[in-house]
């Protein structure tokens, strides 16, 4: 698509535009009724032919217009790109030109033509933004094609707005309008006066995603000390969630950024549970996760997967949590306890500890916030949560020898914890219980051996003999299968789907271990 682009001034949008070519639009010229309009060397600077089309003092307005579309006939351009264009076009340009946009600088229909900062503040709105709009003969009229808010806050004066609408409004919506008319999914009706835009419709994932979250604190520092941050609040999510908790010991420390990723980790893979579990996270991987019929031995069986790495981690319980539970989490350094409610007597014990956070959450464990979203430079990456859960009647099983009734309950909750693991991910277990946890490698054996290295030379009262095997993705190689059956495997669960899957199972009948498949697999990369 090629561009006419119209200015007085700086023409600020203008050149964003022509350096990020969305939908691979260029401008065909660049023309300003001003000769000292710096937008000339701006446009020459980066290659683009201008034009100056000035207006003598007593020219009629469609005798100035008709030179502007005689100057513009001799390139070949799609649409008029305004910037601040200090005329009001008539029907003598707009009939003669193509369709023509303008972006003006605050929230139409509020707001129209000059000094349009000066407006919004003495209205005392707190939010303002811009609108991208077809123009007509009608000043700052014309159907709206998109508009992007941009917050108001105290202290704000005319050079702050303009600054902050400019960068984050204008430089947003102004290049989306050009795209989506370089990808040709706009279409006016001048009659209705609206603007219906091909796959704007919404959604979860829709083609414009505003997002606006309240600062609920300001953190000591981020991840390192050297690093500023503050934690957001949607506050319209009910599921239960660290970001809304209460800390009920208000006397200790308060959380750090660090301390909201892993319980939020830690909370996270407790909710996959009916039974009463208990996890203990560290650095947002488990070092250990267990169910059992009461949450003191669902703790004791977590934690005793890998005492020497829970030291300093954060427990989640997804039962109201005890006294006896709470003797057992004080027994050793923790930072932080989430559970959706505690008895007094749990609590007389937890405040011994001073620096122990004591987290309160609601007990809707129930997925309700359907997203994830991970922050990139100059984007974000958005997804659906991973709420896979398998039963049994999900399970392959591709092996001559068939699996237990127990081994597919342990096979079934050693999955659903994997999900809580960063790959390249291992998990082995008996029961409802971890035994050793191979998390964040590059290989798959590699995680296979770090798996029975924790279990053999971590792991208390346990070991690997007898275990399942979970793996968050296929094995490439049968050596991750050699590797578990040295360690004591009897049993795996994997996705499956390698083009090495018969060399894999070939080498599982070898070892007489049972193995399924589950046809999806479960990686986490954050």
């Known amino acids: ?174 290049p989306r309008v050009v795209k989506w008319f370089a990808e040709d999914r706009v279409e006016v009706d001048h009659e209705d006066n609206t603007v219906d835009v091909e796959g704007d419709e919404g959604g979860d994932f829709p083609a414009r995603r505003l997002v606006s979250d309240d600062r609920a604190a300001d953190l000591r520092y981020g991840e390192n000390p050297h690093q500023d941050a503050a934690l957001y609040a949607d506050t319209t999510v009910s599921e239960a969630s660290v970001v809304h908790a209460d800390q009920l010991n208000e006397g200790a420390k ?125 984007g974000r990456l958005v997804q659906e949560r991973d709420t896979q859960h398998l039963t049994a009647d999900d399970l392959e099983v591709v092996t001559d020898r068939e699996p237990t009734d127990e081994q597919i309950e342990s096979m079934l909750f050693a999955w659903h914890t994997l999900k809580h693991v960063k790959s390249n991910g291992i998990l082995f277990a008996k029961g409802t219980e971890t035994v050793g946890i191979g998390m964040g490698q590059v290989s798959r054996v590699d995680a296979v051996r770090l798996a029975a290295m924790k279990a053999d030379e971590h792991a208390e009262g346990k070991d690997a003999d007898g275990a399942v095997m979970a793996s968050d993705a296929f094995f490439p190689f049968p050596d991750g299968i050699e590797a578990a059956a040295e360690a004591g495997i009897e049993a795996v669960i994997q996705p499956g789907g390698s083009k090495n899957d018969d060399s894999v199972i070939e080498a599982a009948d070898e070892h007489d271990m049972a193995m399924v498949f589950t046809g999806q697999r479960s990686f986490r990369h954050d």
């Open 254 to 378: 308060a959380l750090s950024y660090n301390n909201y990723n892993d319980a939020d980790g830690a909370l996270n893979l407790i909710k996959e549970f009916e039974e009463p579990a208990a996890a203990v996270i560290k650095h947002t991987n488990p070092a250990g996760c267990a169910t059992a019929d009461t949450l003191a031995d669902a703790y004791a069986d977590a934690l005793s997967t890998d005492p020497q790495s829970a030291f300093g981690g954060i427990v989640a319980l997804n039962r109201e949590c005890d006294a006896a539970t709470a003797e057992q989490i004080i027994d050793s350094f923790k930072e932080i306890v989430v559970a959706p409610g505690y008895t007094d007597a749990a609590l007389d014990v937890l405040f011994e500890k001073e620096n122990l956070r004591v987290l309160e959450v609601n007990d809707n464990f129930e997925v309700t916030d359907t997203l994830t979203e991970k922050p990139l430079v100059g």
């Open 1 to 174: 698509m090629k561009l006419a682009g119209m200015a007085s001034n700086r023409g600020r949008n203008l050149m964003n535009i022509a350096d990020r070519a969305p939908g691979g639009a260029e401008f065909a010229v660049v023309l300003t009724n001003d000769a000292d309009a710096p937008v000339l060397e701006a446009a020459s600077e980066r290659g683009i032919p201008t034009e100056v089309v000035e207006r003598a003092e007593d020219e009629a307005r469609e005798a100035h217009e008709e030179r502007v579309l005689e100057a513009l006939s001799e390139y070949d351009f799609d649409i008029v790109t305004l910037d601040g264009y200090m005329r009001v076009l008539s029907k003598t340009f707009l009939d003669g030109a193509p369709t023509t946009l303008n972006v003006h600088p605050s929230l139409l229909p509020n707001f129209p033509g000059m000094d349009t900062h000066e407006q919004v503040l003495d209205a005392g709105v707190k939010v303002t933004g811009c609108t991208v709009h077809v123009v007509d003969e009608t000043i700052d009229g014309g159907p709206i094609v998109t508009q992007e808010p941009i917050p108001v806050f105290d202290g704000d004066d005319e050079a702050d707005l303009k600054e902050r609408v400019l960068y984050e409004g204008e430089f947003t919506a102004y």
